[in-house]
């Protein structure tokens, strides 16, 4: 049975200028964009858009987008974990900076995500991400639009 593509944002953590981003894409193409968050969250009046609120605790929201998730499926994450789930489950993960993960690329993410914890773990200072720029906005923006036309093609 067909299905028509969803957009799930783990919202908690997703930039700002990244949500801006996904409102006009939504708006533009009528794809149903729902951000997930335990925090309250303001979101434009739209019948593409939705926001769904989960209890706090670690990993909530990412088990709400999972179980929620159909097949092809665009999930908007940072979180590599979250990431790998989707894949698994056959569905899509973008990353704000406008990485599109995939099956060849996951595994060696969540190691080297987990390795960094184990640095971390054990004292060592690994810095964080380097913050955000109009270059990650702009491939973010270029990524969802490529994969959204992809997909308009497909259906």
């Known amino acids: ?46 019948p593409c858009i939705k926001f769904l609120r989960v209890a706090a605790g670690f990993d909530v929201a990412d088990r709400e987008i999972v179980k929620r998730l159909s097949v092809g499926d665009l999930v908007i994450t940072g979180d590599i974990p979250l990431a790998a789930m989707v894949l698994e489950k056959g569905g899509h993960a973008l990353n704000p900076r406008g990485e599109l993960y995939s099956p060849d690329t996951i595994k060696a993410r969540l190691q080297m995500r987990d390795f960094m914890d184990t640095l971390r773990a054990s004292g060592i200072d690994t810095g964080g991400p380097a913050a955000e720029s109009r270059s990650d906005h702009k491939n973010f923006a270029n990524r969802l639009d490529t994969f959204l036309m992809r997909h308009a093609k497909n259906a």
């Open 1 to 46: 049975m067909w299905h028509e593509m969803k957009i799930w944002v783990d919202a908690d953590a997703c930039p700002v200028a990244i949500k801006e981003i996904l409102f006009r894409a939504c708006e533009r193409t009528g794809v149903l964009l729902t951000l997930v968050a335990n925090q309250p969250m303001r979101v434009p009046a739209s």
